[in-house]
């Protein structure tokens, strides 16, 4: 093989000074058109997927949250050690 010829599967480079055709430059703008569509669309997504993580990621804070303050008000397992002390008080006497 010469340094021209290509092995299968490469892509023969142009020449240098070789003019394009008209037919290979619509081809490249459809391409480059298909990968900005692709490139929007991957965008599109990934913010998409970081606004629905934050989403979820608040409603677990908030759930949680939630539920510490809600166990830190509860008073009813107060109630239920003073007759205990007040028992050991009054053997002890």
């Not at 003019?19 to 459809?30: S, T, Y």
């Not at 990968?35 to 669309?41: A, D, G, S």
């Not at 990621?57 to 239920?80: H, N």
């Amino acid at each position: 093989m010469s340094s021209g010829e290509g092995a299968k599967g490469e892509f023969k480079i142009a020449e240098p000074g070789r003019q394009l055709k008209r037919a290979e430059v619509d081809f490249m703008r459809l391409i480059e058109q298909q990968n900005l569509q692709r490139v929007q669309k991957l965008q599109r997504q990934r913010r998409n997927n970081k606004l629905t993580g934050l989403a979820l990621g608040g409603t677990v804070l908030s759930i949680y949250l939630y539920s510490m303050f809600s166990v830190k008000q509860e008073k009813f397992l107060d109630d239920f050690e003073e007759p205990i002390k007040l028992e050991v008080e009054n053997k002890a006497l």
